[in-house]
């Protein structure tokens, strides 16, 4: 199914939940990559692990297993990111 057809079968609802959900995440993101440490990556793939073994212990839709892999994939990459404010102070 292509990206056109899903969108046009979202209801009010999901597509209100789905914008939100993005716009977090990118929130998130963003100061994510300003606080980043190595203690908060650590906290963050602890956090994903303990919910990702809850997850797999009822059956999830594949679909939004693949959403909370793709947005904690998103996440730790903020936090590991090399171009976080101490880089950018250190470049210039």
């Known amino acids: 199914m292509d990206t056109s057809k899903q969108i046009a079968a979202l209801t009010v609802s999901g597509m209100q939940t789905a ?4 716009a977090t995440a990118i929130a998130l993101h963003v100061l994510i990559r300003h606080l980043k440490s ?7 793939t602890t956090a994903f692990e303990q919910h990702q073994a809850l997850m797999l212990q009822k059956p999830w839709p594949e679909q939004m297993l ?16 090399d171009s976080g404010p101490e880089a950018t102070r250190t470049a210039g």
């Open 38 to 44: 190595p203690e908060l990556l650590s906290e963050l």
């Open 66 to 81: 693949a959403s909370f892999e793709a947005t904690r994939r998103f996440l730790e990459s903020a936090a590991r990111s």
């Open 19 to 22: 914008g939100a959900s993005q």
